[in-house]
């Protein structure tokens, strides 16, 4: 008899929770419970965009939703940025926690803000792309391609819902204890086809701490491109 977990899916940039429909409804169907909240700024909440969201809001909100929704033995799921977030939840509320896994994952190292990871010529171009678009305020979407999304009925699906990520989340740095996760058991899920580039970084950080990491052969987007194949692996690592 397979066990129920409780998993919270937190999207990444320029997403919302509704970014995790078709992956949350295949693991609701085998009897988890599943949550998955959207972040101030974006998606549904894109109303609320202010220069005043940081990375710690980011981790505020996600803390917030396990206290008041009362979450607990939780498997965070954090995909692209969303992976600060759980991090820094992690650190926390581990008594909440029951395992963290990254999906194709940013992986900040503690005091280090997402634009640490950049070079700086690619720093300044979205700074210079967030200041063209809206003031300076978020960094718009990019391209579906660049998602690794290639089908045109996922294109359709996304597009509409995409919305300008908040900037200061990329300039703020989160902090943590140790290793990501906080000794909790953690796994890395890596989309290989094709690799998302601005994770390279991460990649290598990841390495470095020894975390497993499992291959899914889909793009970026894994949860739109490959939803079941997403679902089948976080029920493993789960």
Known sequence: MAVMRNFVLLHGAWHGGWCWE???DILRARGHQ????????????????????????????LENHLIFEDLT??????????GCAITGVAD????????????????????????DQYAADIVAQRLDLAKSTTGGL?????????????EQDQIDWVMPRLTPHPIRTY??????????????????ILCSDPLYPALAPSR????????PIHELATGHDAMVSAPKATADLLEQLA
Request: proline share 9%; no cysteine.
């Open 22 to 24: 078709w992956v949350a």
């Open 34 to 61: 599943v949550t998955t909240p959207t972040q101030t700024g974006v998606g549904e909440r894109q109303h609320l965009l202010s220069a005043d969201i940081t990375l710690e809001t980011f981790v505020r909100d």
């Open 73 to 82: 033995d939780v498997v965070l799921v954090g995909h692209s940025f969303g």
């Open 92 to 115: 926390r509320l581990a008594g909440r926690v029951r395992a963290l896994i990254y999906l194709d994952s940013l992986m900040p190292r503690s005091g280090e803000a997402p634009f």
């Open 138 to 150: 978020a960094l718009p979407p990019p391209e579906p391609a660049a998602l690794g999304l290639f």
């Open 171 to 188: 300039q703020t740095a989160i902090t943590y204890e140790g290793v990501p996760g906080n000794g909790l058991p953690t796994n890395y």
């Open 204 to 211: 290598e950080f990841v390495q470095q701490v020894g975390m």
